[in-house]
């Protein structure tokens, strides 16, 4: 037999023979703070002599352990540890499963113990809770105020709770649906099957209302299966009777080059195109759902905060919980496409006739990733055929009931299919697919004699599960789970898609508010000249084989705290700049975790970067400038830009990057030499009336692409650019960018 050994796998101390367990599973096991993890490896049984001498000399000071094996505390080994290194030893009484980030789940009959605690010379306390570490919002499975023959199941997951239909069999425990990630703030709750019928959503309503305040206050319904229109009647009704905001996802969560997407799950088990609105909430006496993340329709990313973008001088898109809504600024609109159902697939829907709508409809449609860009369905919607329906009525007098909302979900308006069709571009990215279920971590083999320690629990490959058929079908599933940590602050990862939706969410305006003050162009600012002259770019550098940067990450208290700090008074002169412009866009909100003044902060420091006043550097300034550019209108299409001549002349093919703040648009200089810009815009920021001039700012690591040279008869070189926003992003196709460019450039001269 070899000779044990221990050895640590980040803070997990594992002892046994050295089997070439998966580092990145182990070392992803939970850490506590006064707690440590030990994970015994090996087939053959272990004796509990030389496990306590490992132990004591690799934790001499330890008051606790905590052993991550399957079903290690329904033997011996737990209470003869505890007892030989007088420490405690908490220990699985069931199947335990790794579920990231950094959780632990036991597998376990309802009503049943999860874990046991076992002191020295004490007889083991059982725990119910499955999870270890608890979530924040942990809570015992609520009784059922009716059996499981009266139409409804509940089960404890990894991430929260799952209600469906009875049924006979036991549910596998390689299902997708314990995959799902744990969030320590809020409580997934995961209704229905793909192969079975929903569960009422009366009874759905009733067991979710029987729920301490605790985890009622953070809920995230979930569908498994094509039920999104019965999630939305009952959050509808949650928020609304208990005066709780819910929130509801499109699907269960999947993983695409680093960010987070939810997919809908159809009847047979299969995943479908990611929809635009990705996450939103129910407020209470909001009559439509918050949209919080969605696909960016300028740029293909997902995205949070306020759903509105300025796609022109006069043309708006809005994602709705129905997919997208192209209108004009400044045209009366109701609420009936905000209260359009998701199911069904989503819709593209121009609300303008006419050949210009069309035309950008069709560019917006073709920079979409391939998967939503297939999907979409265009409409064309007219006065005719809108019902006139009071929004807030038909939410409130919306009831619950045991029909299947799905069977009968209508359109709130009927709309005529126009005859737009997306151009037909390259695709841009895959379909993510449904993740595995997470590792089970085997249960060891008990010994029979009074010296003999039970066996150690095993990692192998063949423990490790994946999701059965019916639940998913990709052509070759990973052999295990991505578990993520999450990123330190200030990391910056290498994938060109912003954060996962789990981010902080901004909250879009209402009805009311969006109708009568629809965000301005920066041009229309009284304080926003048009023919204020800009200082020319710092020069843009080469950089073979720039990448663009994700979008970047919130600020944080700390960071704002420092911004006020260093800007001092005039921190409040800036203040009253946002203030004006939160007027201009009462779109712009706090998210459901930030304050108002996390908000001001980052707009403050946006206002403080532009005026000439600004001295020193601070990388508080950065990060709060960085968080409050992605607060502001996008800007989409050609802008113009002025910088020095560059002794080198740019050549087509040519990638560069701004390593500053890119302040683009005014008056070409007088003057010196000087190279002009002719920049396609996909995330440049309208910043209103926190700058004097009417310009559009780029943030620093902007990557641009030369597309064409030109030297004009006056000796200035005139270069055309395209913003590269990432391989996903999609847009329009080379040709489509220089033409808009080129006319452009002609209408300007």
């Not at 595995?436 to 008990?446: I, N």
Request: net charge positive; glycine share 8%.
């Amino acid at each position: 037999m070899s000779e044990l050994t221990a050895r640590w796998y980040g803070h997990t101390l594992v002892i046994g023979v050295d089997d070439g367990l998966p580092r990145d599973l182990v070392e992803a096991l939970p850490s506590e703070r006064d707690r440590h993890t030990v994970l015994l490896a090996g087939d053959a049984p272990l004796s509990p002599g030389p496990v306590a001498r490992l132990i004591g000399e690799e934790l001499p000071r330890a008051a606790s352990i905590r052993l991550a094996c399957s079903a290690a505390g329904t033997g011996p080994i737990a209470q003869q540890l505890a007892d030989r290194l007088r420490i405690d030893v908490v220990a699985p009484l069931g199947p335990t499963m790794l579920v990231g980030p950094g959780s632990l789940f036991v597998v376990r009959r309802p009503r049943a113990h999860s874990w046991r605690l076992h002191r020295p010379g004490e007889r083991a306390r059982e725990i119910g809770a499955p999870r270890h570490p608890a979530p924040q919002w942990q809570v015992p499975l609520p009784r059922q105020p009716f059996g499981r023959l009266h139409g409804l199941a509940a089960h404890d997951l990894p991430a929260g709770f799952w209600l469906h239909r009875p049924q006979r069999r036991p549910l596998p425990p390689d299902d997708p649906a314990y995959a799902i990630e744990v969030d320590a703030e809020r409580v997934v709750v995961l209704v229905g099957q793909p192969d079975r019928e929903p569960p009422s959503p009366r009874k759905v309503y009733r067991w979710l209302s029987r729920l301490p305040r605790t985890a009622l206050g953070r809920l995230v319904l979930m569908p498994y299966g094509p039920w999104g229109s019965l999630l939305d009647t009952v959050a509808g009704r949650l928020s609304t009777e208990l005066r709780v905001t819910v929130g509801r996802t499109a699907g269960l969560p999947v993983r695409s080059r680093g960010t987070t997407y939810h997919v809908p799950v159809d009847a047979a088990g299969r995943t479908g195109p990611r929809p635009v609105a990705q996450t939103m909430s129910y407020l209470a006496d909001d009559p439509a759902p918050r949209i919080d993340s969605w696909i960016s329709p300028t740029s293909g990313q997902l995205v949070t905060g306020r759903p509105i973008e300025d796609v022109g001088d006069r043309w708006l898109v809005e994602v709705v919980r129905g997919g997208y809504w192209l209108r004009e600024a400044d045209a009366p609109h109701g609420d009936d496409v905000r209260l359009r159902p998701a199911d069904g697939g989503d819709t593209f829907l121009v609300d303008v006739t006419g050949a210009e709508a069309h035309d950008l409809a069709r560019l917006l449609a073709a920079r979409l990733p391939a998967d939503i860009r297939d999907s979409l369905r265009f409409e064309q919607r007219t006065e005719a055929t809108t019902q006139r329906v009071d929004p807030r009525s038909a939410r409130h007098r919306q009831k619950v009931t045991d029909h299947d909302p799905d069977a009968a979900a209508a359109p709130v308006n009927s709309a005529i299919p126009a005859p737009l069709t997306a151009p037909a571009v390259p695709p841009v990215v895959s379909a993510p697919q449904v993740p595995p279920a997470p590792p089970l971590l085997t249960a060891p083999q008990v010994g029979s004699g009074p010296a003999a320690v039970a066996a150690p629990a095993t990692l192998s490959a063949q423990a490790v599960t994946v999701p059965r058929a019916s639940a998913a079908a990709p052509p070759s599933p990973p052999p295990a789970i991505e578990v993520a940590a999450p990123p330190p602050p200030g990391h910056r990862a290498a994938e060109p898609e912003p954060a996962p939706p789990s981010t902080t969410r901004r909250i879009p305006a209402g009805p009311t508010a969006r109708d009568t003050a629809p965000p301005p162009a920066a041009s229309a600012a009284p304080t926003a000249p048009a023919a204020a002259a800009l200082p020319p770019l710092p020069p843009l550098r080469r950089q073979a084989g720039a990448v663009p940067a994700p979008a970047p990450r919130r600020s944080n208290v700390h960071e704002q705290r420092r911004v006020r700090e260093h800007l001092g008074a005039r921190y409040d002169v800036h203040a009253r700049d946002v203030a004006q412009l939160l007027v201009r866009l009462p779109g712009i909100r706090p998210g459901v975790d930030e304050s108002a003044d996390a908000v001001v902060a980052d707009l403050v420091a946006v206002a403080a970067t532009l005026r000439p006043d600004r001295t020193g550097t601070e990388p508080a300034l950065r990060a709060c400038l960085l968080s409050g550019l992605n607060r502001l209108p996008t800007a989409l299409g050609p802008v113009r830009a002025w910088a020095p001549a560059d002794p080198v002349p740019h050549r087509a093919g040519d990638v560069l990057i701004s390593p500053g703040l890119l302040r683009a648009g005014g008056q070409a200089p007088d003057g010196d030499r000087y190279d002009a810009f002719t920049v396609y815009s996909l995330t440049g920021r309208r910043p209103g009336v926190l700058s004097e001039r009417d310009e559009v700012l780029f943030a620093p690591g902007t990557v641009f692409a030369v597309l064409d040279t030109v030297t004009g008869a006056d000796g200035v070189r005139r270069v055309l650019l395209r913003e590269l926003a990432g391989p996903d992003a999609g847009g329009p196709s080379t040709e489509q960018v220089l033409e808009s460019l080129r006319a452009d450039a002609a209408r300007r001269r």
